[in-house]
Nanobody, 122 residues
Framework: QVQLVESGGGLVQTGGSLRLSCAASGSIFTINTMGWYRQAPGKQRELVARTTITSTATTTYADSVKGRFTISRDNAKNTVYLQMNSLKPEDTAVYYC??????????????WGQGTQVTVSS
């Protein structure tokens, strides 16, 4: 099993910044993608940012966060970060991290963090 632990959410005013962290532990053989998703009340979970860990690594951002959010990773620590700047009230949501890859017993995993609340006040 691969477990993810998130941290860094909270309450911030419009225009403020927050940094989310997500660390993975457990039976990890490879990590192929690291991503952040969010779910606002009454809405479906949506992709915020995702990075692939391949020879041709790619990063994808939701249009709504481009230029404001940055996803980064520390491969040695199996950790992904989401730096969120210029926050807006519409960024308010529960943020979830997601790792996909292969476990040490060669089964694929698709693991989610517990979620962290981000609230942006106007």
């Amino acid at each position: 099993q691969v477990q993810l632990v998130e941290s860094g959410g909270g309450l911030v005013q419009t225009g403020g910044s927050l940094r989310l962290s997500c660390a993975a532990s457990g039976s990890i053989f490879t990590i192929n993608t690291m991503g952040w998703y969010r779910q606002a009340p009454g809405k479906q979970r949506e992709l915020v940012a995702r990075t692939t860990i391949t020879s041709t690594a790619t990063t994808t951002y939701a249009d709504s966060v481009k230029g404001r959010f940055t996803i980064s990773r520390d491969n040695a620590k199996n950790t992904v970060y989401l730096q969120m700047n210029s926050l807006k009230p519409e960024d308010t949501a529960v943020y979830y991290c997601n790792f996909r890859g292969i476990e040490r017993h060669y089964f694929a995993y698709d693991s989610w963090g517990q979620g962290t609340q981000v609230t942006v006040s106007s």
